[in-house]
């Protein structure tokens, strides 16, 4: 009996409408007596802009539109679902998840829906869960979303931190395929780094308790990011017989242009096969490296057939790596 994989069918995303670039941040900062430049924030990290949601936007309201873009691209609807995972560090509620509330919003019901939480390592923790469960023939056709409105748990009076980040959803239609697809998978985490990235805040008793804003010891988490992608892409390329030379896209999280320059270094890739959205999104967390492949693919970069890496890092500390063929 031949192998079941799973196989990307169709990419979306979407960016909530206000784009607010470093001019307009700096000028905002200023404003509150917080100095930084745009000099300091594209030197350190290349980002110039990043799209923040409103107030009353949650997580789930990024996460369905482009649920809806990659259902179109892949020519199903809702219905054709049997399986929603919502990677997200964000959620609109403590509980229930914000799959389930994406399922509602889709029209949705039955299939089931749960939330992976490993911060920006999340799309790829659920790309291959979601793979698993299709290959144990658990599931047909799995929506899988990144989304993210890390806009809510910045400290905006630190500004070794918010002016990283930015909000915004990225998805994908995996269905079970007689051909490859997902090639490898390869998932870390290591605990005893929890202080380093952190939001250190828990709900109980009817009260916050806790500091609920983002910490980041920054020259930390990027110490430790490049060594364990590369270990990472490394992982997946082994399991799947291949060497650096067959990767035609690295996809990264877009957390620092830095360390996706460093990444692609380590593995001999010129920077001309890395898709980089960082410049123009920020980090947006679970959502950036969906978000990055629905670029990379709506702008004709990615072709059908192509070998892609995509890899993650973040808070836990978490990382991994999968490779796929689209
Ligand atoms: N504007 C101006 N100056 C600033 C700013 C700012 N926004 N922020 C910090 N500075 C100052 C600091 O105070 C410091 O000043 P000092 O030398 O007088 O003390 C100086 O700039 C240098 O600060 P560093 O922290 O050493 O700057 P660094 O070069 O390390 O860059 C950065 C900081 C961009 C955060 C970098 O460390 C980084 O990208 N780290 C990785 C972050 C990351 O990849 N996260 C991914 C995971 S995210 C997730 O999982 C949620």
Known sequence: MSRRYSR??????HLPPRRVTNADL????????????????????????RHLAAPDVPASDLAVPAARAAL?????????????IVATSTPDMVFPSTAAIVQHKLGMAGCPVFDVQAVCSGFVYALTVADALIANGTANRALVIGAEVFSRILDWSDRTTCVLFGDGAGAVVLEASDQPGILATDLHADGKYV?????????????????????????????LAVGVLD???????????KTEADIDWLIPHQANLRIMQGTAKKLHLPLDKVIVTVHEHGNTSAASIPLALDHGVRSGQI?????????????????GAVLLNM
């Open 231 to 241: 270990k990472a892409a490394r992982a997946v390329l082994a399991k799947a017989g």
């Open 26 to 49: 700096v000028a905002e900062l200023a404003a509150r007596g917080i100095e930084t430049s745009d000099d300091w924030i594209v030197e350190r990290t290349g980002i110039r802009a």
């Open 72 to 84: 179109a691209a892949a020519g199903r609807e809702p219905g054709d679902i049997d399986l929603i």
């Open 303 to 319: 072709q059908a057939g192509q070998t892609l890496l995509l890899e993650g890092v973040g808070g836990g500390f978490t990382w």
């Open 195 to 223: 202080d380093i990235l952190c939001v250190p805040g828990g709900v109980s008793g009817g009260q916050v308790l806790g500091d609920p804003l983002l910490k980041m010891d920054g020259q930390a988490v990027f110490k």
């Open 8 to 13: 990307i069918t169709g990419t979306g995303s």
